[in-house]
């Protein structure tokens, strides 16, 4: 009834694998979102709010003009307008004829 089984080892060059495919998916993202963040500033910063901190990136969706027909991006977006002293929330849209728009509402408080 004792049986011993044996195990096969996993071998040390699939954990280096493992650890390297870590890495590489960790750097993948923090470059996703840093460049999510650097684009929706940028975005921001030709719609005259120069002086912004705590940009904070929700989303990003592809959209299409139903009047136009032309696509582009949609960032969803949270910042602190250090100018004014206020926190803003809201959407900025750049298509892909680089024309830029922007819905966003800023209040007082926090």
Request: glycine fraction near 4%.
């Amino acid at each position: 009834m004792s049986e011993n089984i044996q195990v096969r080892q996993i071998p040390k060059t699939t954990f280096i694998w493992f650890g390297v495919m870590v890495v590489l998916a960790i750097a993948v993202y923090l470059l996703t979102e840093n460049t999510r963040v650097n684009k929706a500033n940028f975005i921001l910063i030709n719609k005259g709010y120069t002086n912004i901190s705590n940009l904070k990136v929700y989303s990003k969706q592809k959209f299409e003009d139903p009047k136009t027909m032309v696509q582009g991006y949609q960032y969803f977006v949270k910042f602190t307008n250090n100018a004014t002293n206020q926190h803003c929330k809201g959407f900025v849209v750049r298509n892909f004829k680089n024309m830029m728009d922007s819905d966003i509402a800023c209040s007082k408080g926090k």
